[in-house]
């Protein structure tokens, strides 16, 4: 009996420690595929990559938000639409103050290449709470967006985010929450607006390591349906 009990103990620490683990460097891709309303359908692939000047401290944060939880500095290179849409940019949360600013550089290439520029400054003026706007170099319309990610009791814990612009045309709007079970998994659903065009959103994600995760996202939109499924690692 006292073995078992030591080896359950055991058992519980390594797996505490397990769970704990740091990382600097996160890469993942995803594939898309949607169902056109009326007929038709199409896919894509995508990938991102991040890395974090310092080692991210997992600690007893959602392993999802541990990075955004720590203020950690980075810089990020992704990929959409199968490669029709580039982006490489950075987020900096300058040390011991309170302050955000982030700046991307994309390209798109679907009839004709165009490259942009978009930045965002922001505020975090508690833990977990970041509120920030965000410019291009077309312009800037009024916009402000809100994540803010807090503890529930010892186990569980809640993201939620929005957006609102107020665009020349029309303006955008989206919310979504998040709620982690445990630090390993979440599930969540969304709405957003998007220049008339209502999508509804329901998501999960899963760690199944420190360095292992799985998403699945299904959507529902005025023009069709969509399905994501997507993979990460960290070291």
């Known amino acids: 009996m006292k073995l078992k009990a030591l080896a359950i103990a055991t058992g519980m620490i390594f797996s505490s420690a397990v769970m704990a683990a ?12 949607w169902d056109v309303d009326g007929g038709g359908s199409d896919g894509a692939f995508g990938v991102r990559g991040e890395y974090h000047f310092a080692p991210v401290q997992t600690g007893n944060h959602p392993l999802a938000e541990a990075a955004f939880l720590e203020r950690s500095t ?21 040390p011991n103050t309170m302050f ?3 700046a991307e550089v994309f390209r798109t290439d679907y009839n004709g290449s165009d490259t942009g520029v978009a930045g965002a400054v922001g ?35 809640l993201n939620v985010e929005g957006t609102y612009q107020d665009g ?41 390591t420190s360095e292992i995760s799985g998403e699945l996202q299904l959507s529902d939109s005025d023009w069709g349906t969509g399905v994501l499924v997507g993979a990460s690692i960290r070291f």
């Open 168 to 208: 020349d045309f029309d303006d955008y709007l989206s919310v979504s929450a998040d709620f982690y079970i445990d630090r390993t998994f979440s599930v969540g659903a969304g709405y957003a607006d998007e220049y008339g065009n209502d999508v509804f959103s329901l998501r999960a994600r899963k760690f199944f």
């Open 100 to 102: 955000y600013v982030a």
């Open 123 to 157: 505020i975090m003026p508690i833990d977990g709470l970041l509120v920030s706007t965000r410019f291009t170099d077309d312009g800037y319309d009024a916009n402000v967006s809100v994540k803010y990610v807090t503890a529930i009791g010892t186990v569980n814990y």
């Open 74 to 94: 980075n810089v990020y290179a992704e990929a959409n639409d199968d490669f029709d849409h580039l982006t490489l940019g950075g987020e900096l949360y300058i």
């Open 22 to 33: 740091p990382y600097q460097v996160e890469v993942g891709a995803n594939y898309q595929h």
